[in-house]
């Protein structure tokens, strides 16, 4: 740690230091250090004869700073040296106020504005006399003596640079370098700077615990796929069937005469209404309308799945002491990330992880089920018919096709083909509706 002098005016904002306004300390843009402010300050007459300059620097119209700077009467300028103990304010405006003062009476003033861009800036002040004192001559100031010129005002109080101080964009222990610039900051890196669409971190696996100094900020995946079919077959079913007609006539007279009541036949039970008493009966031939099979049961869309999932931890730890277009984030073993909303293209020094990778996803699918085609099956030969409503018990008249008879007396409720050979069903299958797809797309961008 370098036993540096400063001359500290407020913690914080910024100080004054060196050579000011003293014999030797010409306006020089040469004499301009890194991450300084050179105000190179000339004097009218009557501020020359001030024995004591009060400055106030200000930062954005905030943070004000004061100090008092002697002075060598006489000395027509000079340099004020502006240091900033807690960082460079890159990127900010400092304002410098300038009064000369003679026995605390004030016989000039200035000021000067100037942003901050460079590591180092130069702004002329020039500090004239004020209306109430610039009748003041020379011969009111033999009284001020040459002083000491004030080095240093106050000393930098310096404090560890090591954990959290390394991100804090201040020279912690006044040893002139700051951040992952001190060699205390051994756990501290710099690496590329990113756009305003990134978030600086690292990845850890979904059911890590982020590091010290880096947040859990989101858990993104990639890879969805269904676990196993989108639609399993499983639950679904196929009821095969055969399409059998005929028709059985009732007759109330013998010998099959009178008026015939007819009704028709399937291979399914169906209740008859038939005129009593029977006395014949008479069918027709049974015709094939051929098999089919019905489709039962239910399918769900199943369970889904990510390839890779990742949990990312941002660091809100970002310091200074890297070069332009870098920053100062903790040194882990695993290499610095970023992420960002939306397909974004990474920025230099950054490598896209393949992916895509989503937050969340969407599942809008639907399942059906489906049977295969029928096949075989037969319609047999016989028409039987029942005194029960549903085809139960035992038949009370069985009839071949296209048969009469016309002595068949009773009562017969319920009617069928029978000896109906089922058809076979093609393996059941199903259908998908909808899709299947990430949602809130992320971009995932890593050192190499
Ligand atoms: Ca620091
Ligand atoms: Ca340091």
Not at 87 to 109: K, N, Q, T
Not at 176 to 201: E, I, N, R, Y
Not at 415 to 420: A, D, E, F, L, T
Not at 438 to 447: F, I, M, P, S, V
């Amino acid at each position: 740690m370098r036993a540096a002098r400063r001359s500290n005016l407020v913690a914080g904002c910024a100080l004054v230091a060196g050579c000011a306004l003293v014999a030797g300390c010409t306006p020089d843009a040469a004499r301009c250090r890194d991450d300084t402010l050179l105000v190179a300050v000339t004097l009218d007459d009557a501020s020359a004869q001030a024995d004591e300059f009060a400055v106030a620097i200000t930062i954005d119209g905030t943070a004000s700073s004061q100090a008092t700077v002697a002075h060598g009467a006489g000395q027509p300028g000079g340099n004020l040296l502006v240091q900033f103990p807690h960082g460079y304010p890159r990127g900010h405006v400092v304002v410098i106020a300038v009064d000369a003062l003679v026995a605390g009476a004030v016989v000039g003033s200035g000021s000067a504005s100037q942003p901050l861009a460079a590591s180092c800036e130069v702004t002329p002040l020039t500090v004239q006399a004020t209306a109430a004192t610039s009748d003041l001559g020379s011969d009111d100031l033999d009284r001020v003596a040459d002083l000491t010129p004030p080095a240093d005002l106050y000393q930098c109080v310096p404090a560890a640079e090591t954990g959290d101080a390394c991100f804090d964009g201040i020279d912690n222990d006044c040893d002139g370098h700051t951040d992952c610039d001190d060699p205390d900051c051994t756990m501290a890196q710099c690496v590329p700077a990113v756009g305003a669409a990134f978030k600086l971190g690292i990845t850890v696996t979904q059911a890590s615990f982020c590091p010290a100094m880096f947040s859990s900020k989101s858990v993104i995946n990639s890879g969805l796929a269904p676990v196993g079919p989108d639609c399993p077959a499983t639950s679904c079913s196929c009821a095969p069937a055969m399409s059998c007609s005929s028709n059985a006539t009732s007759w109330p007279a013998a010998a099959c005469s009178g008026e015939g009541d007819g009704n028709s036949v399937s291979s399914t039970c169906r209740g008859v209404s038939v005129a009593a008493p029977t006395l014949g009966m008479s069918t027709t031939a049974i015709l094939n309308g051929g098999g089919s099979c019905s489709i039962g049961g239910t399918s769900s869309r199943s369970a889904t799945q990510w390839s890779s999932t990742e949990r990312f931890c941002q660091t809100s730890a970002v310091g200074g002491g890297c070069a332009s277009g870098q920053v100062c984030v903790p040194r882990l073993s695993v290499p610095t990330c970023a992420v960002a909303d939306g397909a974004v293209a990474c920025d230099s020094g950054y490598t896209e992880t393949v992916g895509p990778w989503f937050t969340d996803l969407t599942d809008t699918r639907s399942c059906s089920c489906a049977c295969g085609a029928a096949s075989g099956g037969a319609c047999g030969s016989s028409i039987s018919f029942y005194a029960s409503t549903d085809c139960s018990g035992t038949a009370t008249l069985t009839m071949s096709a296209s048969q009469n008879n016309c002595n068949a007396p009773g009562t017969y409720r319920s009617v069928k083909v029978i000896g109906v050979t089922q058809p076979s069903c093609g393996a059941a299958s199903t259908t998908l509706g909808g899709t299947l797809a990430g949602a809130n797309r992320q971009t995932l961008c890593c050192r190499p």
